[in-house]
T-cell receptor, first 110, second 113 residues
Framework: GEDVEQSLFLSVREGDSSVINCTYTDSSSTYLYWYKQEPGAGLQLLTYIFSNMDMKQDQRLTVLLNKKDKHLSLRIADTQTGDSAIYFC??????????FGSGTRLQVQP | DVKVTQSSRYLVKRTGEKVFLECVQD?????MFWYRQDPGLGLRLIYF???????EKGDIPEGYSVSREKKERFSLILESASTNQTSMYLCASSPPTGIGEQYFGPGTRLTVT
């Protein structure tokens, strides 16, 4: 099956940029997603990228996709304390369900 | 505002008990999903359903079953709870053409003692 890997923890200072990385094994996904989970809540869809794109920008969020290396990243510019959460990448592998990574806990220090 | 609700936020059950976790969505979505979330393992798919009375096994269906008698309701059943089923359980729903556009409930933290 699909393997989706993320580092477990990232700590940044408020105002810095955060980069959360994700690597995967199956390259058949049409879309690749980033979800955010705030403390005590379920996940919410943050952004996504179509597999034929290299980059997508949405306000403070930039998604980069390197299909050759099977690497997806989420960059958050001007990181705020409200961005502290767990971030999951997820792939649609064609079985009518998503495969999620292990999640990266982002801690933003004031 | 779209909503997915789960019957309990916290649940404590004893080993061997039959446990029902209920999930209701008000968005008329065809697809519904049950995941469990464990530290360091992310979300793992237990079962999903793309229509009433339809179900498909996910990655870790052992020890679980599901029921979808009505479109808005998807139940997860632990036939005989065990301590290794202590976890956070998340329910989600999505429209038929938007598998990636999943809406999640707040989760049920189940402890089996």
């Amino acid at each position: 099956g699909e393997d989706v890997e993320q580092s477990l923890f990232l700590s940044v200072r408020e105002g810095d940029s955060s980069v959360i990385n994700c690597t995967y094994t199956d390259s058949s996904s049409t879309y690749l997603y980033w979800y955010k989970q705030e403390p005590g809540a379920g996940l919410q869809l943050l952004t996504y990228i179509f597999s034929n794109m290299d980059m997508k920008q949405d306000q403070r969020l930039t998604v980069l996709l390197n299909k050759k290396d099977k690497h997806l990243s989420l960059r958050i510019a001007d990181t705020q304390t409200g961005d502290s959460a767990i971030y999951f990448c997820a792939l649609d592998t064609g079985r009518r369900a998503l495969t999620f990574g292990s999640g990266t806990r982002l801690q933003v220090q004031p | 505002d779209v909503k997915v609700t789960q019957s309990s936020r916290y649940l404590v059950k004893r080993t061997g008990e039959k446990v029902f976790l209920e999930c209701v969505q008000d968005m008329d979505h065809e697809n519904m999903f049950w995941y469990r979330q464990d530290p360091g393992l992310g979300l793992r798919l237990i079962y999903f359903s793309y229509d009433v009375k339809m179900k498909e096994k996910g990655d870790i269906p052992e020890g679980y079953s599901v029921s979808r008698e009505k479109k808005e309701r998807f139940s997860l059943i632990l036939e005989s709870a065990s301590t290794n089923q202590t976890s956070m359980y998340l329910c989600a729903s999505s429209p038929p053409t938007g598998i990636g556009e999943q809406y999640f409930g707040p989760g049920t933290r189940l402890t089996v003692t």
